[in-house]
């Protein structure tokens, strides 16, 4: 059974950090793309980062390109979101999910049950 | 990149059908759209994908029958037949574009379906 745990978000003073912390299992890790996505209360999905399965290749969304670092540790299973300089605008549930193909194409096939970032002063 | 475009609600009677679309801007009419549903309080759930030329791949894991998909130009519809309580959540389309660095992942809006 694919297994996603998201943890370490909180509340945190706009300007401050959080690393957010994604442990996988179930499921060959160190063989997907992995990707966070978020969700402000009340909004929809918005796509913030992804990793390649070795770690050598990111991207990001421009709303967080320079405040937000990706990274992952394919020894533990784990994905990782450093989040600096933080807004208000950043505050949404975190989720982590896995890139899979499924033999079609790929798609976000497994989802964790998110982690609760607020920004308030 | 492009974009996906969904209403912001929608409603069916409880064994009623109900057809929700996402569509494409212009010029992306190629694309594949991945559909989640997402109950109150929990994470997204994947449904199926859908191109133009309909379902692509096939249905998440525990999807009913009663879920089915229909590609049509810029459009790509999600329709759930004889809906039960259980369907009401909220409905997310989403697609993948480009490569390397600048890879990345739109997502309509969300459509919430009410079980009336």
């Known amino acids: 059974e694919v297994q996603l745990v998201e943890s370490g978000g909180g509340l945190v003073q706009p300007g401050g950090s959080l690393r957010l912390s994604c442990a996988a299992s179930?499921?060959?890790?160190?063989?997907?793309?992995m990707h966070w996505v978020r969700q402000a209360p009340g909004k929809g999905l918005v796509w913030v980062s992804r990793?390649?399965?070795?770690?050598?290749?990111?991207s990001y969304a421009d709303s967080v390109k320079g405040r937000f670092t990706i990274s992952r540790d394919n020894a533990k299973n784990t994905l990782y979101l450093q989040m600096n300089s933080l807004r208000a605008e950043d505050a949404a549930v975190y989720f982590c999910?896995?890139?899979?193909?499924?033999?079609?194409?790929?798609?976000?096939?497994?989802w964790g049950q998110g982690t609760l970032v607020t920004v308030s002063s | 990149q492009p974009v996906l475009t969904q209403a912001p609600s929608a409603s069916a009677s409880l064994g009623a059908s109900v057809t929700l679309t996402c569509t494409l801007s212009?010029?992306?009419?190629?694309?594949?759209v991945d559909w989640y549903q997402q109950r109150p309080g929990k994470g997204p759930r994947f449904v199926m994908r859908?191109?133009?030329?309909?379902?692509?791949?096939s249905k998440g894991d525990g999807i009913p029958d009663r879920f089915s998909v229909l590609g049509s130009g810029l459009n790509r519809n999600l329709t759930i037949k004889n809906i039960q309580e259980e369907d009401e959540s909220d409905y997310h389309c989403?697609?993948?574009?480009?490569?390397?660095?600048?890879?990345?992942?739109?997502f309509g809006g969300g459509t919430k379906l009410t079980v009336l």
């Open positions: 989403g697609a993948d574009h480009g490569s390397g660095s600048s890879f990345l992942v739109v």
């Open positions: 179930g499921f060959t890790f160190s063989s997907n793309w």
């Open positions: 999910a896995p890139y899979y193909y499924d033999g079609s194409g790929y798609s976000f096939k497994y």
């Open positions: 859908v191109g133009a030329g309909g379902i692509v791949g």
């Open positions: 212009s010029a992306y009419s190629n694309y594949v």
């Open positions: 990793i390649n399965s070795d770690g050598s290749s990111t």
